[in-house]
Each structure stands twice: as C-alpha cells, then as structure tokens.
Antibody, heavy 121, light 111 residues
C-alpha cells in the first residue's frame, strides 16, 4: 500500500524553527515529485513547496509566503522528505501535509494524515 | 502566480440531483505539450484531500463515474451527475502548469 507518514509537528514560538519529516512507503519514492501542502485552521489548502525527482534535477520551488524561510529537501536513500521551517510566524500555524499530488499515467496521489504546527508565544 | 477562482464557495445539494462547481484561472492552463494542467481534489470531513480529476477531464482510479471534469483554457467545471451523501466535503481546483496554486474551495453540504 502506498503511504506517507509525516512527523515533527508541535508548538513553537514565533521566530523559532521546526523540522518536519515525511517517510514514504509502497511506491517508487525516487521517481516522485514530493510536495508540502498546508491548511491553516478552518481554512483552505495552500501549496508550500516541492522537490522534483533526481531525474528532473531535484529542482525545488516555494510559495512566495515561505520562500527564504522554509527549505524542502529529500533523502532518497531513506525514502524521506523534509521541511525545515525557520523564522516561523503565527500565520504559519497549520496542518502540514506531505503528498505526491496527482501524478503518473493514472493520476494517482498519496497524502499523509498531516502533522500540526502551532506557532504561538 | 496563477490565481484560481472558484464559485460558488458554498453549495447546498439535494441527494440524487446534479451539481456543478466552477473554477477559473488567471492564465490559460494549456501547456505546449497539449495537456491542460488542472486538477480537482475533494477533502471529506476529517480527512486528507484526495484526487478526483486530473489533467482537466481524467477521472482518477477508483473515482465514481458520476464525477466528471470539463473545460479548457481558463474555464473549468466539475460536475456531479447525481449527488450522494458521501460526496459532502470541500472541493478544490488546483493548477499545476506553474508552481501549483489552489482555489479557495467549495463546501458541498446536503440540504
């Protein structure tokens, strides 16, 4: 079964840092473009950042709201995606999802259950 | 960034009746490769999102055939031929032509 499992969420003060992890199982992680999507409490989905696969140069893109503060990375040897979040703001409070989004011939997607990040003093 | 505008934001529906959601993009989502990079996701209450329609009109595996996606360029529609109770949730369109952006979401609930 294809799945991803996020971890690392928690409570952090404004200006602080947190590192999220996403472990992948049951699919060819090395071929997948991996994405972070977040959802503030009671609000909609926001695309955060993505790292392409090695065959696409592991190119990384960010949403303007997090560029310069967040860093997406991957370790294909560990089948794991990361999100390093620095200079956190209260508006970064959200559930953070790790996902492949729809991809491949059949539009298959894999989403985790999400990990909650709360930025508060 | 490409801006995605959905309407309506709230949609009360009657089981057995059809329903439709509109999504407009600020830029054409047609790529030079001929594909249109517009996806539809559904987030059911208390769950993570899940794909319904990819590349504007392709139903993802396991998605009931009462769901269909139509449209091209900048105007897209998600149609449900006969709404069922299990279809409640928030529907999002998302463009993947450039760095992805989501629409605001349309909350579908039973009347």
């Amino acid at each position: 079964e294809m799945q991803v499992v996020e971890s690392g969420g928690g409570l952090v003060k404004p200006g602080g840092s947190l590192r999220l992890s996403c472990a992948a199982f049951g699919f060819t992680f090395t071929d997948a473009w991996m994405t972070w999507v977040r959802q503030p409490p009671g609000k909609g989905l926001e695309w955060v950042g993505r790292v392409k696969s090695k065959s696409y140069g592991e190119t990384i893109d960010y949403a303007p709201s997090v560029k310069g503060r967040f860093t997406v990375s991957r370790d294909d040897s560990k089948f794991t995606l990361y999100l390093q979040m620095d200079s956190l703001k209260t508006e970064d409070t959200a559930v953070y999802y790790c996902t492949t989004l729809a991809s491949g011939k059949y539009g298959t997607d894999v989403w985790g259950q999400g990990t909650t990040v709360t930025v508060s003093s | 960034d490409i801006v995605m505008t959905q309407s309506p934001l709230s949609l009360p529906v009657t089981p057995g009746e059809p329903a439709s959601i509109s999504c407009r993009s600020s830029l054409s989502l047609l790529h030079s490769n001929g594909l249109t990079y517009l996806d539809w996701y559904l987030q059911k209450p208390g769950q993570s999102p899940q794909i319904l329609i990819y590349l504007a009109s392709n139903r993802a595996a396991g998605v009931p055939d009462r769901f269909s996606g139509i449209g091209s360029g900048t105007d897209f529609t998600l149609k449900i031929s006969r709404v069922e109770a299990e279809d409640v949730g928030v529907y999002y369109c998302m463009q993947a032509l450039q760095t992805p952006t989501f629409g605001a979401g349309t909350k579908v609930e039973i009347k």
